[in-house]
């Protein structure tokens, strides 16, 4: 059951192959067996999931059941889900239990899926490699002394483990790609504004965009399809319509331009990475695609400008956590203000607090003007480089990683190091793209992945073009010894 | 890396206060190092040539959406002060403010 696609699992569940809570059950046993080995939950619900899978059962019993009724899935724990606890993966919020579920929750729920457990992820979603939670790393199931990226490292384990068909995730400055890259899944960064942010815990507001996991681009769309749409309650959701992404997966490729940036393949790129890169580019034009050679001059400033950007708004954002109102409070504050410095000091890792620092000093008097409006400057230069580049190409390609997934520890102690990780990722989040990994070869047994970037809104084209992909190549179908 | 934006240990303790996060002195000196490293990072952007160009705040081209001034959330008022490390009749509570 843990290797059947999202619509191989629906039909199984309504021709009663298997109920839904058998279904349930059997990824509970799974998980039960199987993640200490990777650590990828926080949190497990089974009794909760065992109810909505019945629940699920119900719906097909009654011939009302969706695609998604009955399919297990992971969420992130910075999604809140009300009376689970939301962690965060941090100390902060240890013992806060969510009050009301984020809208992307509600409506995956409405779809009928299965929630199983909140997922292990870098505190706060700052990281790459998933070593900066509180609740300990994430192993990568292609490789336990790998990292599996971050931020959303353990939904992308959890998925790679076949632990569940489907993960959600957010994806701030890679943090859905690069895993998905690094545990080969197919992993999509909506547009922003694509899928409402409430109850998302924020990191940086005009990045953060959830999005999710799966084995191919058939499933994406499925899971986009049901997490996707306006919410009046987020101030910067789309009035958007919610094409069909299923139906649009069939659109022919031929014809289609892929634009290839030359920055993308210059120094930094591991050979045999690029080399896997280059084997997907030469199958697209053999499927019909043109490869365009285009440049992206500004997008070697995307990790800087990132860098100004996401603890600016990190900064703020984070203010919320005080002690006062929820989250964890310090013992015997002496007045309010140690109350507020200690609860933060103690309750935030290093990593968050790290940024939050950088974003205080960007935005402090007398460097405001040369850090933070400087960064939102070239912030424009790099969305006005894929502005030009969509007027000669429907899509562009290029690696998601330098490189295969490194090992525990190797770049803990360098933040810079952990930082260039996103460079390839980071600039589809400053100009608010759509962008999908998916994985296109094996290095040493560990997977890399391809990134297809669109236009705002073409998600349904970067589905259809993974899909077709797919179609002609198994690279999607490869799973870590655990999940066979 | 070369550094050439070196933030000091004082500054460190400043922007600290500033973020309201109690660093032990102690750390004082190894964030120094790390800030600075980023800083160098982050210090690239100077040599972006960005006259006339329009700081860019937002993804998305659109205006505040807004909406009637009418009462939208009824918030559970208990369940929410559930979730406080410690709260009374109704309050949040915090060390006393006013002597």
Redesign the interface.
């Known amino acids: 059951m843990h290797n059947m696609g999202v619509r191989a699992l629906a039909d199984a569940l309504a021709s009663r192959s298997f109920s839904a809570v058998e279904l349930t059950r059997h990824f509970l046993a799974r998980i039960e067996r199987l993640d200490s080995q990777f650590n990828s939950l926080i949190t497990l619900t089974a009794e909760q999931a065992l109810a909505e899978a019945a629940q699920a059962d119900a719906r097909l019993a009654a011939g009302d059941a969706g695609p998604l009724t009955g399919i297990p899935l992971i969420h992130k724990d910075i999604f809140l889900t009300q009376g689970v606890r939301t962690s965060c993966a941090s100390k902060m919020l240890d013992n ?2 969510a ?1 009301y579920s984020a809208t992307v929750v509600e409506k995956l729920r409405a779809a009928g899926c299965v929630s199983l457990g909140k997922a292990n992820m870098d505190e706060f979603a700052m990281g790459s490699s998933n070593e900066t939670s509180y609740y300990g790393p994430v192993r990568n199931p292609w490789d336990t002394t790998r990292v599996p990226g971050g931020s959303s490292g353990g939904s992308a384990a959890a998925v790679a483990a076949g632990l569940a068909p489907l993960a959600t995730g957010t994806d701030t400055g890679g943090s859905i790609r690069q895993p998905a890259a690094l545990t080969g899944l197919t992993g999509l960064k909506p547009t ?2 694509r899928c409402s942010r409430w109850g998302i815990i924020a990191f940086a507001s ?2 953060d965009q959830a999005g999710g996991f799966s084995r191919s681009a058939e499933d994406m769309a499925y899971l986009l399809a049901a997490m996707a749409g306006f919410d ?1 309650r987020d ?2 959701s ?1 009035e958007e319509a919610v094409p069909d992404y299923v139906a649009a997966l069939d659109q022919p490729l031929a014809g289609l331009r892929l634009g290839r940036p030359r920055e993308y393949f210059a120094e930094g790129l591991d050979p045999a990475t690029g080399a896997a890169v280059e084997a997907a580019l030469a199958q697209y034009q053999k499927l019909g695609a043109t490869i365009v050679d285009i440049s992206l001059p ?1 997008s070697t ?1 995307s ?3 990132y ?2 950007v996401a603890p600016a708004e990190a ?1 703020s954002n984070l ?1 919320r956590f ?8 310090c013992a015997e ?10 609860s ?3 309750g ?1 890792g290093r990593e968050v ?2 940024r ?7 935005l ?1 008097h007398g460097y405001y003007d ?2 933070y ?9 790099i ?1 006005s480089d894929f502005d030009a580049a969509f007027e000669q190409v429907d899509l562009i390609i290029g690696p998601t990683t330098q490189a295969p997934a490194f090992k525990l520890g190797e770049k803990a102690a ?3 190091a952990m ?1 260039l990780n996103d460079i390839y990722t980071i600039a589809a989040n ?4 759509p962008a999908l990994s998916m994985p296109c070869g094996l290095v040493d047994g560990l997977p890399v992945g391809v990134q297809l970037i669109g236009p ?1 809104f073409a998600e349904a084209r970067l589905l259809a073009a993974a899909h077709r992909y797919q179609q002609h190549t198994d690279w999607h179908q490869q799973v870590p010894e655990v999940a066979r | ?1 070369k550094k050439t934006m070196s ?1 000091e240990p004082e500054q ?1 303790r400043r ?10 002195e102690s750390d004082l000196a190894a ?1 120094a190092d ?2 600075s ?10 040599g ?1 040539d ?1 006259n006339a ?8 081209n ?1 205006v ?2 807004l ?1 009637s001034d009418e009462v939208s959330e009824h918030p ?1 008022r208990e ?2 002060l559930k ?4 709260s009374e009749s109704g309050h ?1 509570l ?4 006013i002597e």
């Open positions: 806060f239990i009050p922003y504004g005009s990045l009046a101030s910067t789309a500004s400033q990790v800087p400008t860098y100004v900064s203010a005080d002690g006062v109102r929820y989250g964890y409070r504050p002496k007045n309010l203000t140690d109350l507020y410095m200690r933060r000091g103690e935030f607090q790290r939050i620092m950088i974003g205080a000093y960007v402090s040369a850090y409006l400087q960064a939102q400057k070239v912030r424009q230069l969305a360098d933040p810079v930082y400053l100009a608010g793209l705002r | 890396m933030l460190v922007v600290a206060d500033l973020a309201r996060l109690a660093v032990p964030y790390e800030l490293r980023i800083l160098d990072l982050v210090d690239q952007l100077k972006a960005t160009v329009e700081p860019m705040a937002h993804p998305l659109m505040q959406r909406r559970d369940a929410l979730l406080a490390p410690e949040f915090v060390p006393r403010v």
